[in-house]
Every structure is written in structure tokens, then in C-alpha cells.
């Protein structure tokens, strides 16, 4: 099942987020396959404010489980993750 995962950083956080990116790539680089999708919301500044990740996952607990383990979520940028079952309807 696919997941879709929206993260908000906390406001000021740029330089958390900056500190911690090369962990945080490695880790979703290693997803492999499993990553369908994956990258930064932009302000109008095209500062990054957060993420957006799309990835099969085997169950809402595997999901949570790597929201929780995220070298980003264990930094504690994070204001709010929303973690969503995401089905892919376009293109065919």
C-alpha cells in the first residue's frame, strides 16, 4: 500500500532541517524501489518547509514507524506529520 506523508517544519527550523538533510536522504534513498515519490514543500522564498514522501509500505504501523525514525522526525523539526493511505489514479 502506497503512503502518502506530509510534513510541516516547525517555523524557523531551516537550519535543523539543513544539519540533518544528508541522514534523512540516506534513509529514504535506502527505501529502494519502495519510494515512489519524495521532496521538499517551498515557500515563496523557495525555502524548504517541509516534505512530501510517497512510499509502499506493508501497513500503517510500518508507515508510523519510519514517520518516528526519520533522522528529521528524531531532530525534532517537525510541527506536524499527517500520515495518509495514497492510491495512485493518473497517469494510467
Known sequence: MLYHILCHDKPG???TRLD???AHLAV???LGDRLFAAGPLLNADDEMIGSVL???FESDAAA???CEQDPYAK????EQV???RWRKTLPA
Open 20 to 22: 540533518n538533510r544528508e
Open 28 to 30: 529514504v534513498k535506502a
Open 75 to 78: 531532530a525534532g523539526l517537525f
Open 82 to 84: 499527517t500520515v495518509t
Open 64 to 66: 508510523e514507524t519510519f
Open 13 to 15: 527550523s531551516l537550519q
Open 54 to 56: 510517497i512510499i509502499d
